[in-house]
Structure formats: C-alpha cells, structure tokens
C-alpha cells in the first residue's frame, strides 16, 4: 500500500513538473507570423525580401497581373469584346452578378494584401535603421510608401467617387498601420490628403538615394558583357521599382485626378509631369524618351524607353501568347473589328502611328475561315532574340503619359499645341492645331482617344472615362456602343467591407 502511495506520488509530482515545464514553453513560445516577421526584420535582407515580396504579389491576377492590366478593367472600357454571359454582365455594368462580385472583390482585396505587405515593412523599419547600409533605408522605405500610395490610389479610381463630385461622404481606408482593427472610412479629402502626404515622403527619402538619379537606364540595366555599378543587384533594374521618377509621375497623375474637381490642382499635375519629362542622367542624355518608329520595327512594342516604373513578367512572352495570340483568350470580335479600329486610328494615320502598325494582326478563329478576330502584339516578344535581352516588363507608368498630361493641363491653346504636337511627331501622327473655336472641347475628345489607343491593355481607359465623366465617346467615332455612367464608374465595394463600415 504504502508503494503504491509512493509510486502515485511520484507521478502526481511529476506531471505537475511535465505541466510546469510544458506551460512555460508555450507562454514563451511567440505567435508564428509575430516570430517569422520579427526574423525577417532583423536584417537588411529581410527587409529587402519583404518587399520584393510586395512587388510579386502585384503581378496577381486579381490586379496588375491582368485584371487592372488587360483584363477585367478592359472589358470595362469595351477596348475587348466577348459573347460569354459574365463579359456581358461585366461590360454592362451588372456588379451584382456573383461571378463579376466575386471578381471585384478579389481586385479590392488583392490590393490591400499588398498595402498590408508594405505596411509590414513600415512598421518596422524606422527601428531597424541601423541594420541598413548606404541608402538602402531611404530606398526602402520611400519605394514602400509609394507602392502604399499607389494601391490606395487604384483603389479609389476604381471604387471610390466620381472625381468630379466626390461629395463629403466616407469613402474607403487609408490603412497605415498592420492591425486586425477595423480601419473607418475616411472622406475623400482625408483619403487624399494621406495619399500625397505619403508620396511627398517618398519624394524626399528617394531623391539623394535612388540610383536612377546617379546612373544611365543602361548602366542600370547591363547587357552579358557590361561593367555593372553596383555588386547588389538589388540597387539596379529601377524601372521595374517604384523609383523617385515614378513617384513624381504618380504626383501628376494623382494631381491630374483631383483637377477633376479643382481646376487649381492641373498646376502641380504639370509640375511634376514636367519634371519627369525633364529629367536627365549624368551624360546629359534624357532619362526616358518617347517611342518612335525604330523602337516598333526592331519589336519592341511596349516602347520600353518609355517606362517610368513596370513590373518584371518572366514568363511575358508566354502570356501574351497564350492571352492574346491565335489561341489566346482575348482576341477582338463581336463588334467588326475593322469598324472598331477604324475609329480609333483614322485612314490617314494608319500608315504611320506606331501604335497601329503591324500591332493588330487579323486572324481566324482557329477550326475557322473567317478572318474576324484581331491579335494584339504590344506584349509580344522578339522572337530572333535570347529571352534574357527580350523586354519582360509591363508598364504601370510610362512617359507617353507625362505627355498627355501636359497637353491637358495646359493654360494656353499655345502651349497644349506645342506638348501634343512633340508626342505626335513622336508617335507618327499628324499634327492638327485645336479648333479655333471650342479647343478645350476638341482638346478634351483628342485626349479621349489617345488615351485609348495609347494606353491600349493597360487599363488606363475605363479611369480616364470615369474622370472626364465621358457618357458617350465622341461623336467623330461614330458609334453609340459605350454609355458611361456614375453606376457604371463606381465599382462596389465588398459586400463585407460595406456592413463593416455600415457604409
């Protein structure tokens, strides 16, 4: 009896001690992700890591990889055309379709999974500093504010107000902080004030950091053979980065949105779209340039001179192959596609714009004899060349841009004429001078359709309509087959965003 009382002592003791020692492991054991991102931090690389991250996951499909590039938000626009029942509904505007809900939401929420990866980043970094070599801190930290500005911007072009009336209501969060509360709503005022206070930021931790600023594009992007710069690759390739120029071309473009509806904010959409136009390397040479016709007949479609920032698509030439090719999923038909482009590039132009020429290539359906569908090449690659000297990017802003912002913006008859005689020249188009009598209205419907052809699949269109609150193209298209509307134009929010905000 009295072994078994020593013997259930013992077990009694030592399970206290097993459950002693058990609990104070697990009340030191940290939550994973609270572990794994203080690991990442601790070192520049982490941070490094974190942020390349960010940039992966903007190629999703639910954004940048497709839906707010060539997809989702083109069909928008009517720049495509589908007989499938979920482009239909797309196309007209029915956002309570499930299917079409489903897609929308995953754009909203695809865009804050990358703000949240950026914020990660921000919450950390100021305490960290020291672990950061040269510039690579101001680097770090201005290209993440940036690319927070820039899916906060996306997000409001898409599901935020007319910018013409925003009215006073809250519209959606500026979320600045990695938390699991609720972020309220903010008025389109505070929305958009947070938005140019984190791109001033990033204006001023990039300018006496960022590479671009130091070095050529080519220096920048080296060939097999090249010197190279830096040893930290890292510090190259800057226009696939949210570098100081693309910051002051997001400037214009944001400024250029709230002119909408204060005329006085085309004055800083100008400044900065200058600046940018302005900038040059320390040879002395511009830093982008305009695409011409040289660019086009060596196969370089996207005009890579062109990019301000862009995303690196290792596997581009497959998508546009598979995306818009004899086989791909987008071609053009339904609408006779002659008829379509004919309004776009008129006779007397096709012989020259660079955006026209042997871009759209006519083919047949496969199984087919009917050469009704239309293939896009701007994305397709050169095929005479090794894939590591092809352009593998997508443009998320480009000079051609700058361009139209400063002929929009312009005071004068005189000076919209000289910025938008200097892109016509560029691009292979014929010069005409603004109507004599109504040039702000001819201005008005030429920017209309440059914005169309320009930005062609790269899902600029459907915002340049919502902010020049355009209902029907103009009439020199003639065609009626776009109606735009504010129902149309604000895209719904996630059914769960709106209850959680009762908004």
Request: charged content about 20%; glycine content about 6%; aromatic content about 14%.
């Amino acid at each position: 009896m009295k072994t078994l009382k020593k013997i259930f002592t013992v077990i009694l003791m030592l399970g206290t001690l097993v459950f002693t020692v058990g609990c104070k492991k697990w009340l030191d054991v940290k939550p994973q992700g609270q572990a794994t991102q203080e690991e990442l931090f601790k070192t520049e690389k982490g941070f490094k890591d974190a942020l390349t991250g960010a940039y992966i996951r903007m190629k999703d499909g639910s954004i940048y990889g497709s839906s707010l590039m060539w997809g989702t938000i083109e069909y928008m626009a009517y720049n495509w055309d589908s007989t499938t029942p979920y482009i239909a509904k797309l196309k007209s505007g029915d956002y309570n379709d499930s299917f079409v809900r489903n897609d929308l939401d995953n754009t909203y929420q695809n865009l804050f999974k990358v703000i949240a990866d950026v914020n990660g980043i921000l919450d950390k970094i100021d305490s960290k500093k020291s672990v950061f070599t040269e510039g690579n801190y101001g680097i770090i930290k201005g290209e993440s504010l940036a690319l927070r500005a820039f899916c906060h911007f996306d997000a409001l072009r898409f599901y935020g107000p007319m910018p013409a009336t925003p009215g006073a209501a809250t519209i959606l969060p500026y979320v600045k902080s990695v938390t699991k509360d609720i972020h309220p709503p903010l008025a389109y005022h505070e929305f958009t004030q947070s938005l140019l206070a984190d791109l001033d930021e990033a204006e001023a931790l990039l300018k006496d950091v960022d590479p671009i600023r130091k070095y050529t594009v080519a220096q920048l992007n080296p060939g097999r053979n090249d010197a190279v710069p830096f040893a930290d690759n890292y510090l190259m390739y800057r226009q696939v980065r949210m570098n100081y120029y693309a910051v002051l071309a997001l400037k214009a473009r944001v400024y250029l949105w709230l002119a909408a509806s204060d005329i006085s904010n085309r004055a800083n959409a100008t400044k900065y779209a200058q600046m940018v136009v302005d900038a040059v390397s320390p040879n002395g040479a511009k830093t982008f340039r305009l695409g011409v016709e040289s660019d086009r007949a060596n196969e370089d479609f996207t005009m890579s001179s062109e990019h301000i920032m862009a995303l690196s698509v290792y596997n581009l030439e497959a998508i546009a192959n598979n995306t818009f090719g004899q086989t791909g999923s987008i071609m053009k038909y339904d609408f006779t596609p002659s008829f379509y482009l004919n309004q776009l590039f008129p006779a007397a132009e096709r012989t020259s714009d660079i955006r026209y020429k042997d871009m759209w290539v006519y083919k047949a359906p496969i199984g087919t004899a009917l050469s009704t569908d239309v293939m896009y090449k701007k994305f397709f690659q050169k095929a005479s060349v090794l894939p590591e000297f092809q352009v593998l990017q997508v443009p998320l802003l480009r000079l051609s841009e700058m361009y139209l912002i400063l002929t929009e913006c312009a005071e004068t008859k005189m000076a919209a004429e000289t910025a938008y005689a200097f892109y016509c020249d560029k691009k292979g188009i014929p010069f005409t001078t603004f109507s004599a009598g109504d040039w702000l209205t001819d201005r008005r419907n030429k920017m209309v359709r440059e914005y169309v052809r320009e930005l062609y699949g790269e899902g600029q269109s459907f915002f340049a309509f919502k902010r020049l609150g355009v209902n029907t193209l103009p009439a020199s298209w003639t065609q009626s087959y776009y109606n735009g509307t504010p129902a149309r134009y604000v895209v719904p929010k996630p059914l769960r965003e709106i209850n959680y905000n009762n908004n």
